[in-house]
């Protein structure tokens, strides 16, 4: 039986072929294994502060947890992801069983992740996807977050607007962290977007006064 480390290496080897280039399929890079490899270690630290949590469960559904997203635009990412995850999976199905992780409770995690904050399914209830939804959403803030958002907005608005979008957003229930651990995990970063917007306003106001 493989250790539950090794087994985690060997899935994540797996999941990180699915956020390649290849057959002329474009890149996103606001979702790209970088991205998964933040969330991935966010998961870990969040759940330094939480006891009686699934781990492996929690981990697999962070590798997989965008994958949709790269190979079908017409539906939602996460429904996407979930039934590609469901189908890698049966290659590691008894492996992760004996591990003591459920398959189907991973698909789930993946399907309901991005809608944790308003969902009726009984997996919202689950301490294992708040950890997920957390980590996905703690990559929003801090530094890469700004990065990420001023990209993904800046074609359509000036950098002060797409920060002060994402400062609005931050408030709302939406981004919301469901965990201690992720408030504890997710403060610093919050704190430093924040301070940013503020930084920026400040220099956009002493420096884009209009020319005469």
């Known amino acids: 039986m493989l250790r539950k480390d090794d087994l985690i290496r060997k899935i994540s080897l797996k ?4 956020y390649k280039e290849k057959d002329g399929r474009p890149v996103d890079f606001l979702h790209d294994w970088g991205h998964v490899t933040r969330v991935y270690n966010a998961c870990l630290k969040i759940m330094e502060f939480e006891i009686k949590v699934n781990r492996i469960e929690v981990l697999v559904a962070a590798l997989f947890h965008d994958i949709g997203r790269w190979y079908d635009q017409t539906k939602p990412h996460a429904e996407v992801s979930a039934q590609m995850t469901k189908d890698i999976l049966l290659e590691f199905s008894k492996e992760l069983i004996s591990a003591g992780a459920n398959p189907e409770k991973i698909v789930n995690l993946i399907n309901y992740h991005a809608t944790a904050h308003n969902c009726t399914h009984e997996i ?12 996905d959403k703690i990559d929003m803030f801090g530094p890469v977050g700004i990065i990420r958002v001023s990209a993904s907005y800046g074609d359509k608005n000036p950098i002060e607007k797409s920060v002060d979008q994402l400062h609005e957003e931050a408030k709302t229930d939406n981004f919301t962290l469901h965990t201690e651990g992720g408030r504890k ?3 610093y970063y919050k704190e430093y977007l924040i301070k940013f917007n503020k930084d920026l306003n400040a220099q956009i106001e002493d420096l884009g006064t209009p020319i005469n």
């Open 15 to 18: 999941a990180e072929d699915f």
């Open 124 to 135: 919202c209830d689950s301490l294992e996807l708040k950890i997920l939804a957390d980590a």
């Open 185 to 187: 995990v997710g403060l």
